[in-house]
């Protein structure tokens, strides 16, 4: 299947700064990528989805000025946590699909904030 | 907007036996239903899907079952193996590819 990677795997900063995490798709172009959280013992919430060259769709309740998703090429999208709490901590999954076809998951990135 | 139930939240079964995991969902509207498995730490994997145009799909010991006039479906393991126990969700969507709304989740614990 296709390959998607996430970077950091693991991130831990301090309350108040923000902090990027990167998701890519290695061998194939993504049209459109999504990004849920998932927290602990919990399932996995959508919390935006972003098309190549377009603003995010954002779900409800999920503040768009918070959590900043550029998704400029093909193969990267980003996911910027602005001004992190201790309740952003977190597991957060990307997953990239081309046209319409089955989406893959990133191995994830766990966010701590202190 | 789309809202997916997950039954039962956790299972245990002894090695050997069946596992059964059922899901109900509120949107008509939504034609691709995937069942992930997903361990500790790691990322979900999808381990077979279904869409609106088909009742049944098997591959290997995994089955799942669609009811579209019930919006509900199910994913049954047999002959289970330790290696099996992990947290299996379900998900639904109204195209495959498409935004994914996932079940809460069900641990399953297979005892040798």
């Known amino acids: 299947g296709a390959v998607v990677s996430q970077h950091p795997s693991w991130v831990i900063c301090k309350s108040g700064t923000s902090v990027k995490i990167e998701c890519r798709s290695l061998?194939?172009?993504?049209?459109?990528m999504f990004w849920y959280r998932q927290f602990p013992k919990q399932s996995l919430m959508l919390m935006a989805t972003?098309?190549?060259?377009?603003?995010?769709?954002?779900e409800q309740g999920v503040e768009k000025d918070k959590f900043l998703i550029n998704h400029a090429s093909l193969t990267l999208s980003t996911l910027t946590v602005t001004s992190a709490h201790p309740e952003d901590s977190s597991f957060y999954i990307c997953?990239?699909?081309?046209?319409?076809?089955?989406?893959?998951f990133g191995p994830g990135t766990r966010l701590t904030v202190t | 907007g789309e809202n997916v139930e997950q039954h039962p939240s956790t299972l245990s079964v002894q090695e050997g036996d069946s596992a059964v995991i059922k899901c109900t969902y509120s949107?008509?509207?939504?034609?691709?239903f995937p069942w992930y498995k997903q361990e500790l730490g790691k990322r979900p994997q999808l381990i077979i899907d279904?869409?609106?145009?088909?009742g049944e799909k098997k591959d290997q010991r995994i089955a799942v079952t669609l009811n579209k006039t019930a919006k509900h479906f199910s994913l049954h393991i047999t002959e289970t193996q330790p290696e099996d126990s992990a947290v299996y969700f379900c998900?639904?969507?109204?195209?495959?590819?498409?935004?994914?709304?996932f079940g809460q989740g069900t641990e399953l614990s297979v005892k040798p």
């Open positions: 997953s990239a699909r081309w046209a319409n076809y089955e989406q893959y």
């Open positions: 061998d194939f172009q993504a049209t459109t």
């Open positions: 972003s098309n190549e060259g377009s603003k995010a769709t954002y």
């Open positions: 949107d008509s509207a939504s034609n691709y």
């Open positions: 279904i869409r609106s145009n088909v």
């Open positions: 998900a639904a969507s109204i195209i495959e590819g498409g935004k994914l709304i």
